[in-house]
């Protein structure tokens, strides 16, 4: 069974910064992807960063500059470091593993919260 295990989120003031973990359990193609999406209240739910196993990464523009992915391969995890957090920053992020056409995991969401 794969699961998705997420820790990190809470509240930041603007220009705060934290760091968010996901954690993959269970045996799959490790020959994937694996990031962050975001889903603010009463918007759909958008891609924040992701990272493949060899490395290439894709962020969204509005968190270009600011935030950070990383993964370690060997420890299945992945890591997103948010920096100058602003308010519209605020959302549940969603732990993403995807490898096209054969399979796509959630993780259970953490909520980010930026406000003074």
């Known amino acids: 069974q794969v699961q998705l295990v997420e820790s990190g989120g809470g509240l930041v003031q603007p220009g705060g910064s934290l760091r968010l973990s996901c954690t993959l359990s269970?045996?799959?193609?490790?020959?994937?992807?694996m990031g962050w999406y975001r889903q603010a209240p009463g918007k759909q739910r958008d891609m924040v960063a992701l990272?493949?196993?060899?490395?290439?990464?894709n962020y969204a523009d509005s968190v270009k500059g600011r935030f950070t992915i990383s993964r370690d391969n060997a420890k299945n995890t992945v890591y997103l470091q948010m920096n100058s957090l602003k308010a519209e920053d605020t959302g549940v992020y969603y732990c993403?593993?995807?490898?096209?056409?054969?399979?796509?995991?959630w993780g259970q969401g953490t909520q980010v919260t930026v406000s003074s």
């Open positions: 993403n593993v995807q490898r096209a056409a054969e399979y796509e995991y």
């Open positions: 269970g045996s799959i193609n490790s020959l994937n992807a």
């Open positions: 990272i493949t196993y060899g490395g290439l990464i």
